[in-house]
């Protein structure tokens, strides 16, 4: 237990609240299904499919990513800003690199949980996933890669209102235009290759690739690890400075 003391510690965080973190995690999904996929262009088509089904992969990766980044960012950003208790871990037996990558673990399997919500939300739908393997390591990337985005947002915000000016120029512009809701091809040639950079942009495609049995884009998995490699280096680098103050 000793070797997965922050995981742990968010285990038991989580299963107090469970009930709160999982009602939390299906009603934002829902909003969106009733919102775009009932309430909008229900009877349009996108790539062979009706808009709903269409919607449902971007939906999912959207759920993940922000579940993932806010099961993190918001854990760290009050306990360093608010309660003043993080430094404690610089005074624990663990190490700065794995206090690093346990919360970034944890973020991940916070997403991981909400992407299996919303996959019974497809189900129900009734929606079912051809590629189930590539899906759930899509899934697994998405989850791990803004997990460690929160994790160094967090990390280098000196207020409260930095880490909301984080989240809307950088998590909400993702959430709508990185293909969630309509192809990134409808867009303007020079705004499409903006997009192209963005991550979530990568998992959306994969998910809905592996949703409905398509080609898989094996770059975007190539993406999603670089930009995860390279972020988990930040995010270690920022807290070992961290540590040093």
């Known amino acids: 237990m000793s070797d997965f003391t922050v995981i742990w510690r968010e285990w038991i ?14 009603v934002t999904p829902i909003l969106y299904l009733i919102t ?3 309430g909008l262009n229900t009877s349009t ?6 808009y709903m089904y269409y919607i449902l992969p971007g939906i999912a990766a959207l759920t993940t990513m922000r579940s ?14 608010h309660e003043k208790s993080f430094e404690n871990y610089f005074l624990a037996p663990i190490s700065v690199r794995r206090l690093a990558i346990e919360y970034i673990i944890s973020g991940a399997l916070r997403g991981i949980y909400a992407c299996f919500l919303m996959v019974i939300i497809m189900f129900i739908a009734g929606a079912h996933i051809e590629k189930p393997i590539v899906f759930i390591l899509a899934t697994i990337l998405n989850a ?21 000016r984080f989240t809307s120029f950088v998590i909400t512009p993702m959430s709508f235009l990185c293909g969630t809701f309509f192809s990134v ?41 670089t930009y995860i490699i390279i972020i988990t280096i930040f995010s270690i680098r920022i807290c070992y400075e961290e540590s040093r103050i």
């Open 13 to 26: 965080f989580f299963k107090r609240r469970f009930f709160k973190i999982t009602s939390a995690q299906i």
């Open 36 to 38: 775009f996929g009932w």
């Open 45 to 50: 088509n996108i790539d062979g499919n009706s």
């Open 68 to 81: 993932s980044y806010s099961g993190v960012s918001m854990r760290i950003s009050v306990a360093r800003l």
């Open 144 to 164: 791990t890669l803004f997990s460690a985005i929160g994790f160094f947002a967090a990390m280098i915000i000196d207020t409260h209102y930095d880490m909301n």
């Open 185 to 225: 091809s409808k867009l303007p040639i020079f705004f499409r290759w903006f997009i192209e950079l963005l991550p979530l942009t990568h998992a959306t495609r994969l998910m809905r690739s592996a949703t409905f049995g398509r080609n898989i884009d094996w770059f975007s998995f190539i993406v999603l690890i």
